[in-house]
């Protein structure tokens, strides 16, 4: 039997279940609990768990308990304390069962695409972490055969799938495992079975999974450390491709393509609840800031993963449009910077940058087929929405959105959305979001240029590796970040920066000079370099920081130019450049290095590469300082009044 208690159908986004995308989760919390004990309230124990690991994801949270063979599911969109304030998964009874709180990043966040998802026969609960790839294909091939679906995710696949082998009398084990090699993607899984009351099973590719012990008595399977930290200090981390049955305080590892076993090795977690948060891959970190700098590469990668209808329809309406503004506000802004000049330098319209405050003052009416492009990585920043509503609801303009949080106002008032992949983010100044705008709207940029024709299919391509290779490059700056920390710590105290750039830069000179400002409070402008001599060389006197952002692109050699102004008057000049530099390293009192290849698609790919070593530095700068960059001062990391 299976009761969906108290779920509502409706969405709280208000479009219609109809209406909707798949669900897909690239940042969430799964939690497990396997145990021979029978008198601790598990499903509570379960709930409170998922709590610990809100961080990851808020917009959604279910249960599965497993109960003398059956399987109860409750599962609704909102966050964990709304939904249990009237005890709905705490008053779940059962021997064993797992939890998820969920971050849809496609997809509305409401009640049928909650996890945990069951078969057909409703025997088999799956909750999933990460991206199915192929899942149209499976589920078009499971419907196909009989299997009826509940909700738009593409995890819903995989309990389907599992079925499909049970059905032919194989193992819960080795169905689980056929299962997975169907699936293409990421996932960090853990599946139940009604019938199977001895051992869960989790499996992981690319997406976190961790097992917490209780030797002889208890398991958990977490996604991260926190959800289990209060009941075992005990725990092991899956690798990629492994899988293991969870017993009543066993575990059993092997690997799902050979099928090779691995002795687990059980490790003593020393962190607290508050550290184990601010973890990533087993180091620990002081600030969420510098933790979620950490997570920009992997962020990247699946922000690379813009599913291609979403895409398509963004890059179309944009294409239709006969005028195109883009607008956000703070760091979203300096991502417009970037994303405008990409799409309009890859042969897509060109398009006027606003900033969302100052958007309704500037255009007292709108040209008809206008179309406004709207970044936020909160989707609740009212300046924002009100530029949105304004361009929509005055004059008819389309509104295609680039935001973090699905559901949000902005994705509401929006004709088309890319979700940003960056999950939530814990640090008021934007970083991980940033870099991920980027990307999107560079994904848009390339997306117009192959619909056009404007830049030949073959080279497209050779940009779009660039783009991928800004993973690798983006890591190999974090492997390097001691030398980012020395420079920053050199800096930290002087009051004063200026932060120059042309072109594309300068978006990451605005970009850098901000995060300076808000986490470590110098005072940094940012200026268009050619426009440094109109007023701000007044300043330049002996030993005042000028950053240049140099990757070796058009604007290159003029920037050369503004190098020599401000060091001929004294100015201390650091230089973000690339790896292979040698002219404005020769002119520079300090250089940040970025390994990009020397080639024009990875000097077109420059954007993030070039801004992240920014972002890092003002994050050192921010802790040499003393002082908290996850929380600084007068600022709120959603801006909701105007
Ligand atoms: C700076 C920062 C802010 C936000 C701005 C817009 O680090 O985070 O400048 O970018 O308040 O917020 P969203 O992106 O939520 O619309």
């Known amino acids: 039997m299976i009761r969906f208690s108290k779920v509502r159908s409706e969405s709280f986004t208000g479009i219609d279940d109809n209406d909707l995308e798949r669900g897909f989760l690239i940042m969430c919390g799964i939690f497990g609990i396997m145990t021979k004990r029978t008198d601790i309230p598990i499903a509570k124990l379960i709930r409170e768990g998922l709590q610990r690991l809100e961080y990851r994801g808020y917009d959604s949270c279910g249960l599965a308990m497993a109960n003398n063979g059956t399987i109860e599911v409750r599962k609704k969109a909102g966050k964990i304390a709304d939904i ?26 409401i009640d049928k695409n909650s996890h945990p998802h069951l078969d057909c026969k409703n025997k088999v609960a799956v909750v999933h972490n990460g991206i199915i790839e192929n899942y149209q294909q499976l589920r078009k091939e499971l419907t196909a055969r009989g299997h009826t679906f509940r909700s738009d995710t593409d995890t819903e696949v995989i ?15 080795d169905s689980v495992r056929e299962a997975i090699k169907y699936l293409t993607g990421a996932y960090g899984i853990v599946v ?30 977490a996604s991260d450390i926190p959800a289990f930290l209060p009941l075992t200090r005990q725990a092991l981390i899956l690798d990629d491709d492994e899988m293991a049955l969870l017993y009543k305080g066993k575990v059993e590892i092997f690997n799902v393509i050979t099928g090779k076993p691995r002795t687990p090795k059980p490790f003593q977690v020393q962190w607290s609840i508050d550290a184990a948060q601010k973890s990533l891959d087993g180091v620990e970190y002081k600030w969420f800031m510098h933790k979620e700098l950490h997570e920009v590469p992997r962020k990247i990668k699946d922000q690379l993963r813009v599913p291609q209808e979403q895409l398509d329809a963004f890059a179309k309406t944009v294409m239709a449009a006969e005028h195109v503004y883009i607008t956000a506000a703070g760091t979203a802004f300096y991502a417009c910077l970037a994303g405008k000049f990409q799409i309009t330098k890859f042969g897509g319209p060109y398009i006027e940058a606003l900033l969302c405050s100052e958007f309704r003052d500037a255009l007292p009416t709108m040209p008809p087929k206008s179309c406004v492009i709207a ?18 609801e005055k004059f008819g303009a389309k509104v295609c959105s680039v935001v973090n949080v699905q559901g949000s106002s902005i994705t509401r008032y929006s004709d088309n959305v890319i979700i940003t992949a960056a999950g939530p983010e814990m640090a008021v100044a934007s970083q991980k979001a940033y870099c991920t705008q980027v990307t999107a709207l560079t994904i848009v940029a390339l997306r117009i240029a192959e619909l056009k024709g404007t830049v030949p299919k073959a080279d497209v391509a050779k940009y779009r590796v660039a783009l991928e290779k800004t993973v690798d490059v983006t890591n190999e700056i974090l492997k390097n970040e001691d030398k980012i920390k020395q420079l920053a710590e050199t800096l930290a105290k002087k009051q004063n920066f200026y932060f120059l750039a042309r072109g594309l830069s300068l978006a990451a000179a605005c970009e850098g000079a901000l995060k300076l400002k808000e986490i470590s409070y110098n005072h940094a402008e940012a ?3 050619g426009e440094s001599k109109h007023g701000p060389i007044a300043l330049i006197e002996k030993g005042f920081p000028v950053v240049f952002v140099a990757p070796p692109d058009e604007t290159y050699d003029r920037l050369i ?59 050192f700068a921010s802790d040499f300082n003393k002082l908290d960059p996850d929380k600084p001062r007068n600022l709120a990391k959603s801006v909701t009044v105007k």
């Not at 020599?564 to 230089?575: D, L, P, W, Y």
Request: charged fraction near 20%; aromatic fraction near 10%; proline fraction near 6%.
């Open 159 to 173: 309990p389907h799938l599992i079925e499909e082998s049970l059905a032919k009398g194989i193992s819960f084990k």
């Open 84 to 109: 249990n304030k009237d005890g709905l998964f705490d008053s779940m009874q059962g021997q064993y069962g797992m939890g998820h709180t969920r971050w849809a990043t496609h997809g509305p966040p």
């Open 561 to 619: 130019g503004n190098v020599q102004e401000m060091k001929a008057r004294g100015g201390t000049i650091i230089s973000v450049v690339a790896e292979f530099d040698t002219k404005i390293t020769e002119m520079s009192d300090y250089t940040i290095r970025v390994p990009i290849d020397n080639d024009k698609y990875a000097i077109a790919m420059s954007a993030v590469p070039f801004v992240f070593p920014l972002q890092i530095m003002a994050y």
């Open 192 to 221: 139940m079975h009604a019938d199977t009351p001895d051992f869960m099973i989790v499996a992981r590719k690319e997406s976190p999974l961790t097992i917490g012990i209780v030797p002889g008595e208890t398991c958990f399977a």
């Open 375 to 392: 970044v936020s990585q909160s989707g609740e920043t009212a300046d924002t929405i009100e530029a949105v509503r304004y361009a929509r």
């Open 527 to 529: 200026y268009a370099a």
